[in-house]
């Protein structure tokens, strides 16, 4: 198979960055475009629309080759004569006639950031079989998207090359938000795999099932470093972050909880797949198992939202609300299944209700007030939370509930509320998001019926109450 082997370099970078690749004959100037975008770091050829626009120019021919659409309609209105270039789309053109007489291409991606290569052709060859392109060699490391052009990326180098200096963790996590990798011939050559430019003649390789044993060309990569987890990578970490984020939202996809970790563990940056592959780990199955954490497809839910049935009440009522991200110390206090955010409005409830609160009721009142919180937390069930407090609380005065009454209403419109994805109800803009006084009157329980000083008290101890919780 005839094909081209290509040194492509970009313009002005320093240290320089250069891969040479080798690319079947017959391929369009837009699948040269996507080879370039595929031995870079570059994204637009992953993305269903074009990330930006590209050009190839050869001013020897008067000719561009462009994805830019305006500059293609205007030409197709002008006259002919007029004195300016051809241009054509990189679908509609093969490169080989242009590459063969003149020897080198002149392409400029993101007009932006302006970013300038160099193709130049080194050789072409007759006994490459392979129907897409192989990087044969390289060096640098390729920006990534959007990073500001070469002062830009000159920029983002100094700072992941200083780990004390003050943006160096925002800009780790920004630089793999971008996809920013260092050259790694075997991550490329794995995925340029799926550029299929013609067919590969398997009759001609050296090759087992499909998997080869010696070429010419194609390396036998044993390099397989950048498949694995970062050094600093902690699974237990990882799970503290599913738990806590469960804890906080109820409902909450498995991408959001792998961007919050990775935005507050840049070094730990992990990528979907890596992370499902730890999540299929036999370990991980006895912890998720004795948890409130659940499974729903690729959502992680709160116990209580399946037992409930709530999960589309939850999602509907978050949605186009921004998230509540705390920062990290804040988030992992919400893996403790007991943990509530210590709001003054959370403290005046405690304190009124902590002399109450004999310590040898089967719960603690922090168990307590955490079962109320959940049961906040799902529809309908304001109600069923109040009459919660009732019945734990022992309040038999009319005064006693009114304050406890208003006491739970500015807990709950301070309280973190899945359906607001984190928020406070008062954090809210419209005051319709604001939990409304659940409705009066309650029910007052065998457990919240005033006692009698000579009676058992309801704690269970066998003495008379005056001599026990009423002492």
Known sequence: MKAYILKVEMIGLEPAVWRRVIIPAGATFQRLHAAIQGITNFQSEYLDWPLHLHEFRLPEENLLVTNEPQVYEEFKKQKKGTGGPTVRKPQSIKIDDYLEKYGQLSYTYDFGDNWQFEIRLEEVVEDYYFGYPTVLDGAGDAPPEDVGGAIGFKYLLSVLADESHPDFEEMLWWSKEQYFEPYNRSRINESLTNQKIKKTEWEKIDHVNYEVLTDK?????????????????????????????????????????????????????????????????????????????????????????????????????GSGKDWYIPDKEELLKYADDLYIEPTAAYQALYRKLEPHFHPLKPVSLQEALKKVSLMMQIETGATQAMQELINFSGFGSDQDLNELVGLYSNFANHSRHWANRGNRPVEVTHRDNLMPLPAMPYEITEDSVKVGRNDPCPCGSGKKYKKCCGA
């Open 217 to 317: 060309y194609r390396p036998i990569e044993k390099d397989t470093e950048w498949g694995r987890l970062p050094a600093d990578f902690d699974a237990e970490q990882f799970w503290k972050y599913i738990k806590a984020c469960t804890h906080l939202y109820g409902v909450v996809p498995f991408d959001k909880v792998l961007e919050i970790f990775n935005r507050q563990n840049p070094k730990m940056y992990i990528k979907s797949g890596q992370a499902f592959r730890v999540m299929r780990e036999a370990e991980w199955q006895k912890p998720m198992g004795q948890s409130q954490v659940r499974q729903d497809s690729l959502d992680f839910i709160h116990q209580q939202v399946m037992e409930s049935g709530t999960k589309a009440f939850i999602e509907s009522n």
